[in-house]
Nanobody, 124 residues
Framework: QLQLVESGGGLVQPGGSLRLSCAASGFTLGYYAIGWFRQAPGKEREGVLC????????NYVDSVKGRFTISRDNAKNTVYLQMNSLKAEDTAVYYCAVRKSVYCPGLVALYDYWGQGTQVTVSS
C-alpha cells in the first residue's frame, strides 16, 4: 500500500538547477525523517541530505553543502530536493527514503522505505 515516488529528474547542463519531488502515499510523512540518496554507476549509494520530522536538515556529504536544499510539505505529503549549481559529478539516480523517527538516521541501512529513483544527468 505505502509507496514513495520520486520525480523531477532529467538532463541539465553544468551550473543548472533541478527540483526533485518525493511524494508519499499510504502513510503520513509527518511522522518520518526523510533522506535523499544517490547512486552513480559502479558506485555505492550515498546519502545526500536528510530532514527530520521536526524540519531540521542534515548534510550527509560536504560536496552538496551550499548547493542542495531539502524541504518538506507535510500538508502535501511531499519532500523536495532543490539542486543548484549542478556538477557532472552529481549525475546519479536519486532516491528518497524514510525512517519512522524524529531524527535523521546515521546509516543508510536504518531507512525503512525507499522510492524507485529518478535519473539526474548533468552534462554539456
Amino acid at each position: 500500500q505505502l509507496q514513495l515516488v520520486e520525480s523531477g529528474g532529467g538532463l541539465v547542463q553544468p551550473g543548472g538547477s533541478l527540483r526533485l519531488s518525493c511524494a508519499a502515499s499510504g502513510f503520513t510523512l509527518g511522522y518520518y525523517a526523510i533522506g535523499w540518496f544517490r547512486q552513480a554507476p559502479g558506485k555505492e549509494r550515498e546519502g545526500v541530505l536528510c530532514i527530520s520530522s521536526s524540519g531540521d536538515s542534515t548534510n550527509y556529504v560536504d560536496s552538496v553543502k551550499g548547493r542542495f536544499t531539502i524541504s518538506r510539505d507535510n500538508a502535501k505529503n511531499t519532500v523536495y530536493l532543490q539542486m543548484n549549481s549542478l556538477k557532472a559529478e552529481d549525475t546519479a539516480v536519486y532516491y528518497c527514503a524514510v525512517r519512522k523517527s524524529v531524527y535523521c538516521p546515521g546509516l543508510v541501512a536504518l531507512y525503512d522505505y525507499w522510492g524507485q529513483g529518478t535519473q539526474v544527468t548533468v552534462s554539456s
